[in-house]
């Protein structure tokens, strides 16, 4: 048996599998963010070994016999985040978290270093890490002199499992300390961050082993002292391991809270100017590179809460087949945005509202603007020399079938439907950990899933929504010139 702990931003999921990779049990434990002042999100990394605690006790309630054939486990998490520890191991501070954009003067500063951008392959966005730092540097002094180590989420998780110091590559490649070309830490970045290798975790791709339990976590849950903990990836590539995207242009969009268009690269070959991520892959000698929306279901999710409707109930309310686009636009803007636009101040807005709008109108808006905002990022994505053919549909938006035909005519390419079950983070933890654990080729693990069905593009609408993406695309220097 192989275990996924999936520690994302709003809960942790485990997973257990088995050596064919059919998941057999999971479990989630919730916990809150903090939001002590706009633009701040922080959460406290006691509530991370907690969840795992209490979700390892539960599956081991669930189902004792299967547990106790554990034989590796592989981590996922959350990116960007900055947990700081201290000389004696202890956490310093509430962890800042990836969508908080606190340090929006010190990224700006930082990125326009010179050689930053050409090292770490990306824009310096207020989400990373070392951004995170500075602000800390200059706000918390007293603080900062006290750092002992920077870890990352699941890389706290790690070392409460393992006692070990370890990063990985995919995770380590959003912290903007890293070489992604060359996949290191570069002292040249971290003195620009004004850090010192020292305070770095050792360095592995993700299919390695950084270690094995602790003897006494072991004997908590009945396992073997053997039990060996893998590198593991950063969210996003792990959930490319779950999706079968290693090979050169395989890719998927995931529509959750946030929107990603992700294509797995046998190169790195970075745009930094596209704002358009450039990462490692969690498998060696790999890489990948993604565009990132920042309010995909959010924006739904908004509408739905200020209409007093659930989101569900608004997509279901409308027509199975495409009628041509809105007279209204929705600018998807409401938390900022990444790509293209590498504008965190910037916020969304409806334009050419008339007086008989409805819900079932705004709600078709919204999934519009919320598309067009993806197809900016593909464009962007295009613009790298990747061009995936088709995607991989994923994320909670795609059980609404409107949505999926307007993304496919809109984006212009096929979207396949995964048979059901679970092909995300917690997932590609649980193949990574197999890699690791059995020394098995990640071409024989990381495989596409079985594919339930495929929505092709509505070419019979697609000249009418082209011509709405254009209006659209003309919008955000007019928003952002007035606002």
């Known amino acids: 048996m192989y275990l996924g702990l999936d520690l994302g931003t709003s809960g942790l999921r485990a997973v257990l599998a088995d050596e064919a990779g059919t998941i057999l ?39 004792p016999e299967r547990f106790r054939q554990i ?96 990063s990985e590559c995919s995770d380590a490649a959003g912290t903007s300390w890293l070489d992604v070309q060359r996949r290191e830490w570069s002292t040249d ?121 659930s989101p569900k109930e608004l997509t279901g309310a409308l027509d199975k087949s495409l009628s041509g686009p809105q007279s209204a636009l929705f600018l998807p803007y409401l938390s900022g945005e990444r790509t293209p ?28 603007g919320v598309s067009f905002g993806l197809r900016d990022g593909l464009e962007a994505l295009r613009l790298t020399g990747t061009r995936p053919e088709r995607l991989l549909g994923l994320g909670g938006g795609t059980r609404s079938e409107y949505w999926v035909k307007l993304l496919a005519t809109v984006l212009q390419v096929p979207i396949d439907l995964p048979e059901q079950g679970d092909y995300g983070a917690a997932r590609g933890a649980v193949r990574l950990a197999q890699i690791g654990a059995a020394q098995m080729p990640p071409e024989e693990v990381i495989l596409p899933p079985r594919i339930a069905w495929t929505v092709e593009p509505d070419l019979k609408q697609t000249d009418d929504y082209e011509a709405a993406y254009q209006k659209f695309r003309q919008l955000y220097p007019v928003l952002r010139g007035k606002f």
């Not at 706009?38 to 406290?44: L, M």
């Not at 498998?283 to 739905?304: C, E, K």
């Not at 590498?342 to 999934?367: C, K, M, P, Y």
Request: glycine share 10%; with cysteine; proline share 5%.
């Open 189 to 309: 970045l971290l003195a620009a961050g004004e850090m010192e290798p020292s305070q770095m975790p050792g360095l592995v791709e993700g299919i390695e082993v950084t270690g094995t339990l602790r003897p006494v976590l072991a004997r908590q849950w009945g396992l073997s002292p053997s039990v060996v903990v893998v590198g593991g990836g950063a969210d996003n590539a792990a959930s490319a391991c779950g999706a079968g995207s290693l090979r050169e242009g395989e890719g998927f969009l995931s529509l959750g809270t946030s929107g990603v268009i992700l294509a797995a690269r046998d190169s790195c070959s970075p745009m930094p100017e596209t704002a358009v991520h450039t990462f490692c892959h969690a498998v060696p000698d790999r890489w990948y590179q993604m565009s990132v929306m920042l309010a995909a279901t959010d924006s739904l999710n908004w509408l739905a809460r200020n209409l007093g409707r």
């Open 25 to 63: 049990e999971s479990v989630e434990k919730g916990y809150a963010v903090a939001n002590p002042s706009p633009g701040w999100s922080e959460q406290d990394p006691q509530l991370w070994l907690d969840a795992c605690e209490q979700g390892l006790g539960e599956l081991q309630r669930r189902v």
């Open 71 to 166: 034989q590796g486990i592989g981590l996922s998490g959350h990116m960007h985040g900055a947990t700081l520890l201290g000389a004696d191991g202890q956490v310093l501070r509430p962890c800042i978290l990836w969508n908080d954009t606190r340090s929006h003067v010190e990224a700006a500063k930082l990125d326009q270093t010179a050689g930053v951008r050409e090292r770490t392959g990306n824009i310096v966005f207020p989400g990373f890490t070392a951004p995170k730092l500075l602000w800390v540097r200059e706000h918390e002094p007293e603080l900062f002199s006290r750092i002992h180590k920077v870890l990352l989420p699941k890389d706290y998780l790690r070392l409460w499992l393992t006692g070990d110091w370890v």
């Open 341 to 368: 636009h590498n504008d965190s101040l910037i916020r969304g807005a409806f334009l050419n509202l008339d007086i008989a709008a409805d819900s079932e109108q705004l709600t078709r808006a919204v999934l519009e």
